[in-house]
């Protein structure tokens, strides 16, 4: 059943790039054997055969992904496809995702991380910082939004629904968590401004060793034990770290280790995807509880995000770009780095249950806006 993820690498690519050679005539195919296998998935499932429901499930959501890869419309929801595949997997054969041979897979997660913020240093340089300077207001009022918007709306949220307070405290941290990659993604197809996109990206994450754990604190202190000095040191050693040694790396070999380009992007996606069917795993009993309520309220967080960062910034007169950059910034959180904080403080199967569910959640919503947008260029002198 690992193959789900093992394929994500050959389905998941940028929008402008299609290498499967799959045309509109194999697309049609997959369509039809992916409707056949989710028929088969939902037939077995009413006749109480869940456990073999649940391979067709995994296959069906796999010919998707598969099928969506010629039109440009649908390749953004590719990877998300992969992703559901292995949540799929980590939900009906949780097993698969717990240990292999006596070693417990949740080792992997802050590893995976680490590779993966590393992939993120080597992506950047030091004027990715310049937007401080070129656009301070924009700048400004995008960090305030991120960490001021999400951590409260994930208290709030959590705290009307209801939920117990290590399932509270992990909406909580992926309110005070910075935003990730994707965001940088989804404001290029959104025909956002993408240098602000990316400047805000690296100055919350270079941020977050000490707003984190400071809000963290602060919100969700009644909640869980906080550890203020313990969560700063483990983004420190998480995020902070790889991305120095990612800048350093591409100071040194720009432009002479041109696979890394290539392959890294691949091991990122592949690697959220097994954090997020690890964690899924871990917390599997307690999701099939709370599941329905818990997408509800993490879907709500995150499409609030969207909406109140974009209309802040309109209520403060800024350009069509910038608000859909800052909505953009503040409704895509970095929910990997959630997931690794929640495995750190010993919750991953409580805390870490949030995180695991807005991961694919906001890929859904994210490229679905960023698609609406893309059809609606900015009026440049709108604001």
């Known amino acids: 059943m690992v193959f789900c993820l093992l394929l994500a690498p050959l389905v998941v690519f940028t929008e402008n790039e299609n290498p499967m050679p799959i045309t509109t005539t194999i697309a049609k195919l997959l369509f039809a054997l992916a409707g056949l296998a989710l028929l088969t998935a939902l037939g077995l499932v009413v006749a109480d055969q869940t456990a073999t429901g649940g391979y067709f499930i995994t296959v069906g959501f796999v ?186 790396f591409n100071k040194l070999f720009y432009g002479r280790a041109k696979w890394l380009d290539q392959v890294m992007p691949l091991i990122s996606m592949g690697g959220i995807a097994l954090i997020i069917a690890i964690i899924t795993s871990a917390g599997r009993d307690n999701l099939i509880q709370i599941g329905l309520s818990l997408i509800l309220a993490v879907l709500l967080h995150n499409m609030l995000g969207y909406v109140l960062g974009y209309w802040i910034c309109r209520f403060l007169r800024m350009d069509e770009k910038t608000c859909r950059t800052v909505a953009i910034e503040v409704g895509l959180q970095n ?40 059809g609606k260029p900015p009026d440049e002198g709108k604001s």
């Open 63 to 248: 010919l998707l992904a598969l099928a969506f890869r010629p039109y440009a419309s649908l390749r953004g929801f590719s990877y998300t496809l992969v992703i559901f595949a292995a949540v799929t997997v980590a939900m009906f054969y949780p097993w698969v995702f717990i240990e292999v041979n006596g070693f417990p897979l949740k080792k992997l997660i802050v590893p995976l991380l680490q590779i993966i913020m590393f992939g993120m240093g080597t992506t950047m340089s030091l004027r990715d910082f310049s937007g401080v300077i070129q656009m301070p207001k924009a700048v400004l009022v995008g960090l305030l939004c991120q960490y001021a918007i999400m951590p409260f709306l994930g208290l709030s949220i959590a705290n009307g629904f209801g939920f117990a307070p290590e399932i509270a405290a992990g909406l909580v941290l992926v309110g005070c968590s910075p935003s990730g990659l994707a965001s940088n993604v989804m404001s290029y197809l959104a025909k956002a401004n993408v240098a602000l996109s990316i400047t805000l990206t690296a100055v919350a994450t270079l941020l977050a060793p000490f707003i984190t754990p400071l809000l963290m604190k602060m919100l969700a202190g009644q909640l869980v034990e906080v550890d203020f000095l313990a969560m700063m040191l483990d983004i420190v050693k998480i995020v902070i770290v790889p991305i120095v040694g990612g800048l350093v």
């Open 335 to 374: 929910a990997g780095l959630a997931s690794g904080l929640a495995l750190q403080m010993g919750k991953a199967a409580t805390v870490g249950l949030a995180p695991a569910v807005f991961g694919p959640l906001m890929n859904i919503t994210g490229s679905a806006l960023a698609n609406w947008w893309s």
